[in-house]
């Protein structure tokens, strides 16, 4: 079982910048893609940006420029820093890894949510 330790978030001021931690522990083969969604009050969790192992990255057209996705294969953890923020992201922040693992002769893939963090940005 992966568990998803999030670490950073909290109050900043429009213009300021923040940084999100993420560290997975326990993974049974090794940690795959790691990323991070948001959600606020009424609206669906979004994608805000994504790592493969590799260090391919995916980001949401909203935060291009202003947040940077990185991480660290050899502690399992991915970092989010946020520069620029703005009012609007201002929200949930979810921490998303999928694990491999053996399952009888072949790999299999599940995945894991942490289980949130608060980010809010004031005006």
């Known amino acids: 079982q992966v568990v998803l330790m999030e670490s950073g978030g909290g109050l900043a001021q429009a213009g300021g910048a923040m940084r999100l931690s993420c560290a997975a522990s326990?993974?049974?083969?090794?940690?795959?893609?790691m990323g991070w969604y948001r959600q606020t009050l009424g609206k669906d969790r979004e994608l805000v940006a994504e790592?493969?192992?590799?260090?391919?990255?995916n980001c949401a057209e909203s935060v291009k420029g202003r947040f940077t996705i990185s991480r660290d294969n050899a502690k399992d953890t991915t970092y989010l820093d946020m520069n620029r923020l703005e009012p609007e992201d201002t929200a949930v922040y979810y921490c998303?890894?999928?694990?491999?693992?053996?399952?009888?002769?072949?790999?299999?893939?599940?995945?894991?949510w942490g289980q949130g963090i608060q980010v809010t940005v004031s005006s």
């Open positions: 326990g993974a049974r083969l090794s940690i795959e893609t």
């Open positions: 998303h890894a999928e694990e491999d693992y053996l399952a009888w002769d072949r790999v299999a893939r599940t995945d894991y």
């Open positions: 790592i493969s192992v590799g260090g391919n990255t």
